[in-house]
């Protein structure tokens, strides 16, 4: 079963505008984290925003905001006010803490495109 | 360094051949992660090391893939009788070790086996 699972391959969305990118995750550890990652054409790997699986609020970093709703399992990254730079390959990751292991999984990612 | 440091950014490699590919993590980073990502995909996890052992291997494809760290700071990819498929941009990346803090990755190596 996929771990991570991200369903959008491909997003559009207007500059300006706030784009939701959907996330779901699978685990049956209690403790985990959930990392979005941003990778521009240019290749490198940016850490966007970190949601820990005990943590009582949503994560926020500026224009980033994580919806997390831990009973269904999702982490959707929000990005608000969308500017043209923003247009990456989004990915989620999950990290558990379980199993004596602390690798990073990954989704298939979302391709976004800001249009002007 | 500032940040993860790989070398080199780009190998072009004959099909059976031998390749070493080359990580620096951020200084005091006990977490290191070789990653293998495949055009339009999502990152493939490889093998994971906390200090100088591995602590998860169970993402090298094959014996053909073997890495190391032998001092717990900079790590070296081995690919043996290299194959076309094995064409991707490695990453790799590092953290500290508590689950709660997120990776830091390099600008990958892209190796193209002709």
């Known amino acids: 079963a996929q771990k991570i699972t991200q369903t959008q391959p491909g997003m559009f969305v207007q500059e300006k505008e706030a784009v939701t990118l959907d996330c779901t995750y699978d685990t049956s550890d209690p403790s985990y984290g959930l990392f979005w990652y941003k990778q521009p054409s240019s290749g490198e790997m940016i850490f966007l925003i970190y949601q820990g699986s005990y943590d009582q609020q949503n994560a926020t970093e500026g224009r980033y905001s994580l919806n997390f709703q831990k009973a269904r399992k999702s982490a959707n990254l929000v990005i608000s006010a969308s500017q043209l730079g923003d247009s990456a390959m989004y990915f989620c990751a999950m990290r558990e803490r379980g199993e004596g292991t602390y690798k990073y999984i990954f989704g298939t990612g979302t391709r976004l495109k800001v249009l002007a | ?114």
């Open chain 2, 1 to 114: 360094g500032a940040g993860v440091s790989q070398t080199p950014s780009n190998k072009v490699t004959e099909k059976g051949k031998y390749v070493e590919l080359r990580c620096d993590p951020i200084s005091g980073h006990t977490a290191l992660y070789w990653y293998r990502q495949s055009l339009g995909q999502g990152p493939e996890f490889l093998i994971y090391f906390q200090g100088t052992g591995a602590a998860d291997d169970s993402g090298l494809p094959n014996d053909r893939f073997f890495a190391v760290r032998p001092e717990g700071s900079v790590s070296t990819l081995k690919i043996q009788r290299t194959e076309r498929g094995d064409s991707a941009v490695y990453l790799c990346a590092s953290s500290l070790s508590d689950s709660n803090t997120e990776a830091f990755f390099g600008q990958g190596t892209r190796l193209t086996v002709v």
